[in-house]
């Protein structure tokens, strides 16, 4: 079972940037597609990013591409989220998790979940 740290939240004015770590425990990390997932207040758990195994793949949704980066360091067991021009709608918990499904934006596919680490974007 890999078990998954996330770390790296915190407050941000809009505009700003943030780089999320998740921290994998397990030898068998590099075998893993990850990816990042955020909840908003009174809103349901939605996807934001998603990296192979090989790290040759991502996706993102919508609403994050072209801001944000999902890679990874199979070197140090950890998958990244550099977040750029921050918007306070960006206002989550952000989870990662190991995915297994075969659509990379439904969280039914995903295991391992972290605990999650809070983005606050806000002047």
């Known amino acids: 079972q890999v078990q998954l740290v996330e770390s790296g939240g915190g407050l941000v004015q809009p505009g700003g940037s943030l780089r999320l770590s998740c921290a994998a425990s397990?030898?068998?990390?590099?075998?893993?597609?990850m990816g990042w997932f955020r909840q908003a207040p009174g809103k349901e758990r939605e996807f934001v990013a998603t990296?192979?195994?090989?790290?040759?793949?991502?996706y993102y949704a919508d609403s994050v591409k072209g801001r944000f980066t999902i890679f990874r360091d199979d070197a140090k067991n950890t998958v990244y989220l550099q977040m750029n021009r921050l918007k306070p709608e960006d206002t989550a918990v952000y989870y990662c998790a190991v995915r297994g499904g075969s659509y990379y934006w439904d969280q039914k596919g995903y295991s391992c979940w972290g605990q999650g680490t809070q983005v606050t974007v806000s002047s």
């Open positions: 397990g030898r068998t990390f590099s075998s893993y597609a």
């Open positions: 990296i192979s195994w090989s790290g040759d793949d991502t």
